[in-house]
């Protein structure tokens, strides 16, 4: 009886065991036969390709119909080729349940192969990047490079993101936008009775560079869906000291009574880093040991801000950093004399003409908006340092220009790798100048307003009052007794014709001067209370400029900005 049982049993198993591999083999014949369906289906898939962005498809007179953007997918219609009678050969295809015709040189099953230029050439100068992805520069590209075409990244809309070229024995990306497909575009400037030729007329007797050698293209600036900056901003400045992160909460409460809606903290300021950055770990450890706060408790001060609704800009002064320059000696600028780090203000400056100095304060930058959550990063000290024009002339100085530039054509380039770094990493940027760069002549440490103000999203100038000369423009009083007409005349004459130089300016958000002039500058001091900071954002709102203001108190003192309250209480657009 047992013996049954067993058999029974086994016998079931068997028969079980039996079910599942003719399922097994069922479902493998049964999904073979329909991946054959789909490989034959896909056989009639294909892409649109070309060397333009856009590749026309034509009606059956062989006449112009649409433009499509290459990489759009369009199915031919049972593989049919017809010809013109000039001899053009078309595949027959449907698009949106239509049919029509495109030159069969303009189709291709390769989704990798949509892009068919071969040579291109550099409209704009640009960097030229190892990898894309990573933001790794290896050299330069000149307006008017031959660039040879041997591969891309991705399109978007029918364009090239980023082209894989060779020039010379170099291989790299170069972004596509600054590219065209003709040596003649590429070497002609846009508008030039606008912009060139105007800009030509600027004076630059100063070492800083010419103003007509920089680039006015338009610049696409972005506006993020999950970012949105606010109208109009008012902000308050806080240092990156831990008495300061410490004590967020205060400032918040602070602001909250008032129509602030935004700070700017710092980063990394020199000899200042706020936190221990994983970048400055791995790119310049004494930043990282010199750091105020630790990563973590500088995140939550950030988070709090954020939570509490306001808009956060992240200041990283980029080319004035001592400990940079101890780490990195081969990027400083060097004195000739000793053949060490150049020392200014009693300070080391990085170069602006060294790529690493770029990628170490870019990558700071992105690791700043990927884990803090910044919504901006502002760049301050972007430019050489000032007052050294003796040095330079007498060959004191080397600043290891690499790539034989101008001054202001290298602080130019480093914002406008800056933003196509940042922007894919959602933040806007803002870019820091003296109130001298609205002048008509382009700045001993290279600064001209026009040629930044077309690159950057936001750009934000320094007309502290008590930066001026004494009687500056002819003013009969100290110039910093009259807050609302300085600021005023500065904005009106200055300021509006350099937007005007700009094809795509930026937005313009001024520093106010929110401390008290100092003695050396003032008999007995100059005091600084709500009036005279309102004083200086109505003159600049009256001028026009009316992005916003950042109050500039390098203590971040609570109880200064308390004694200004009325000024920040006001609505001024």
């Known amino acids: 009886m047992d013996n049954k049982k067993e058999r029974k049993i086994k016998l079931k198993n068997i028969i079980i065991f039996l079910i599942i591999i003719l399922i097994i083999i069922g479902s493998c014949i049964y999904f073979n036969f329909f991946d054959n369906i789909s490989i034959k289906k896909d056989n009639n898939i294909y892409y649109l390709k070309g060397t333009e962005v856009e590749i026309p498809i034509y009606n059956e007179k062989f006449e112009i119909e649409e433009n499509l953007k290459r990489g759009i997918l369009i199915t031919l219609y049972n593989n049919d080729e017809v010809s013109d009678e000039k001899g053009n050969v078309y595949n027959k295809i449907t698009y949106n349940d239509n049919v029509y015709y495109v030159l069969k040189d303009n189709v291709t099953t390769n989704k990798n192969k949509l892009a068919t230029e071969e040579v291109m050439y550099v409209r704009t100068p640009a960097t030229l990047y190892s990898d894309i992805e990573k933001g790794t520069i290896i050299g330069l590209v000149n307006k008017g490079d031959e660039l040879s075409i041997i591969g891309y990244d991705k399109l978007e809309q029918g364009r090239v993101n980023a082209y894989k070229v060779k020039i010379g024995e170099q291989t790299g990306y170069v972004y596509g936008k600054y590219l065209v497909s003709n040596k003649d575009l590429s070497l002609a400037y846009y508008e030039p009775e606008k912009y060139h030729n105007v800009h030509a007329l600027s004076g630059h007797s100063l070492g800083g560079g010419s103003a007509e050698n920089l680039d006015y293209y338009p610049v696409d600036k972005p506006s993020f869906e999950n970012n949105k900056m606010p109208d109009v901003v008012y902000s308050l400045y806080l240092n990156g000291g831990k008495d300061v992160i410490s004590n967020v909460d205060s400032y918040i409460e602070f602001a909250k009574t008032t129509k602030i809606n935004s700070f700017v903290v710092d980063i990394k300021d020199n000899e200042a880093p706020a936190y221990t950055s994983d970048v400055m770990k791995a790119m310049s450890p004494t930043n990282y040991n010199k750091a105020s706060n630790s990563k973590e408790d500088y995140k939550t001060a950030i988070q709090k801000i954020k939570d509490a609704g306001f808009y956060v800009i992240g200041r990283i002064t980029v080319f004035k950093d001592k400990y940079y320059a101890e780490d990195h000696p081969e990027d400083a600028i060097m004195d000739t004399r000793t053949n060490t780090s150049f020392l200014h203000s009693n300070t080391y400056w990085p170069s602006p003409y060294r790529r690493n100095v770029w990628m170490f304060n870019v990558e700071l930058a992105k690791e700043a908006v990927t884990e803090m959550g910044f919504n901006e990063i502002q760049f301050d000290y972007v430019r050489f340092p000032d007052r050294v024009l003796q040095y330079e002339r007498n060959g004191l100085m080397d600043f290891r220009n690499e790539y034989a530039e101008e001054k202001a054509q290298a602080i130019q380039r480093f914002l406008m790798y800056a933003c196509d770094e940042i922007h894919k990493v959602g933040a806007y940027v803002s870019a820091d100048v003296f109130g001298e760069s609205a002048h008509k002549y382009v700045t001993a440490y290279g600064q001209y307003w026009s040629a930044i103000s077309n690159v950057v999203d936001v750009i934000s100038a320094m007309p502290y009052p008590d930066h001026f000369n004494k009687y500056e423009y002819n003013f009969k009083e100290p110039v910093w007794t009259k807050p609302y007409e300085l600021l005023n005349f500065w904005g009106n004459t ?35 209370g709500a009036e005279q900071v309102e004083a200086q954002i109505k003159g600049l709102f009256d001028a026009g400029l009316n992005g916003g203001y950042m109050t500039w108190n390098s203590s971040s003192s609570l109880e200064k900005y308390k004694s200004q309250i009325a000024a920040y209480q006001k609505e001024y657009k």
């Open 494 to 528: 200055y300021v509006n014709p350099r937007q005007e130089g700009a094809s795509t300016p930026a937005i313009v958000r001024t520093w106010i001067q929110t401390y008290d002039v100092p003695n050396y500058k003032h008999a007995g001091g100059y005091k600084y």
